[in-house]
């Protein structure tokens, strides 16, 4: 794999932070044109994405360095060096979510009907920064010898070299994408008052779903399940857990939990 792209004088381009930049502008086009069919703004979209984002990183880089903290002894400030790769998607999750919230309160949107307009678009920047992952190396699996195992040989690479692996980067990938699908594929609902889909001018109807919170539901429940589906395959430091279960395992687990809990509220609230 190829964690650098090329040199040029003082400027590195590591192939890490370019999938992760595409990774966001695949994500925000998702976010408006969805916001566009449910008759909002497209520049709501841009104001809640940049907080966000920035919170999503920082979320998702301090749980990476919780739980690899052996990579940075000695060289405190490479954690600082997100471009080189080493995000987890629990603390992502959490940091966006927290600022979602945020941004939610401070607009007077409905929280829910925020995270059901971005989760799809969460699903398809994950995918895209997956890729990355493969690049740099890092969120590497065990060995294997099925004919589709990867083997790192770059010597700047985070996995271990000329081990053939399981490319769970690819498995996640892959089911983030098809999560991605599916979601985009759920209704979201009718407004209040309404017969029909709401149109771009229904702007202050078309916050007032009835299923709000449905399609973020179902995001929690496939999201957590892919994880655990890929954990079995996992050789990266995850953090000590219980039984089956590592730390990263366990909150997939509990994400899974809840986003049960908020389908389940929903379609009583619904009904």
Known sequence: MYPILFHWGPITLHTYGL????????????????????????????????????????GARIFYVVFHGS??????????????????WQGGFLGALSAL?????????P????????????ALGQAVGRIGCLFAGCCFGHGCAFPWAVTFRHSESLAPLGVPLHPTQLYDAGLNLLICFVLIRVPWGKPIGSSSPPQPSQKSE???????GRIAGLYLILAGLARLAVEPFRADARGAGIGLFSATGLVALAIVFAGTGLTLWTYRRTK
Do not use: C, N
């Not at 995270?115 to 678009?121: E, I, N, Q, S, V």
């Open 206 to 212: 078309a916050i007032k779903f009835i299923g709000s």
């Open 19 to 58: 999938l992760a930049a595409l990774g966001f502008l695949a994500g925000y086009a998702l976010a408006t044109r969805r916001a566009k069919q449910a008759g909002l703004s497209p520049s709501l979209v841009g104001d809640a994405l940049t907080p966000v984002v920035v919170s999503g990183i920082l």
């Open 101 to 109: 919230v945020i941004f939610a309160r401070r607009k007077k949107v």
């Open 71 to 88: 990579e940075f002894s000695g060289a405190w400030l490479d954690t600082l060096k997100i471009w080189q790769g080493g995000l987890m």
């Open 111 to 122: 929280f829910l009907f925020l995270a059901d307009l971005f989760a799809p678009a969460a």
